[in-house]
């Protein structure tokens, strides 16, 4: 499939493909006879995994780093489990750090519901 149409299936602008092609996340993408570029179901499956460790906050570092690793193929299967294991913890405490926030915000609803805070 075409850049433009690849965008709009998983929800990316065509600048960050780019992007993400020039600092080495996407590597190898095929080219048809005009240059232009075009995606697989491979690629899709990808980008889908990135974009979910962006939106767990994992730095772009490491999403890049995970890459780098995938590129070696079986040989770094361990290490890219740690690394997905390490951000695994983080997002672990993040989740629990979030989940006390909610419980202080509830409290203080409740406060202003019973009439006790002004």
Known sequence: MNMKVFAS????????LRYYEKI????NVQRNNSGHRVYTEKDQKWVEF???LKETAMPLE?????????EKENSTVLERQVLLEQHQQTLIAHIEQ?????????NKIELYKDGKVY
Do not use: M, N, P, W
Request: aromatic share 6%; glycine share 6%; no cysteine.
């Open 98 to 106: 979030q989940k006390s926030h909610l419980l202080a915000l509830e």
């Open 24 to 27: 080495g996340l996407f590597k």
């Open 9 to 16: 299936l998983v929800g990316l602008s065509d600048h960050t």
């Open 50 to 52: 990135v974009i979910r």
């Open 62 to 70: 490491d999403i890049l780093e995970y890459a780098r690793l995938r």
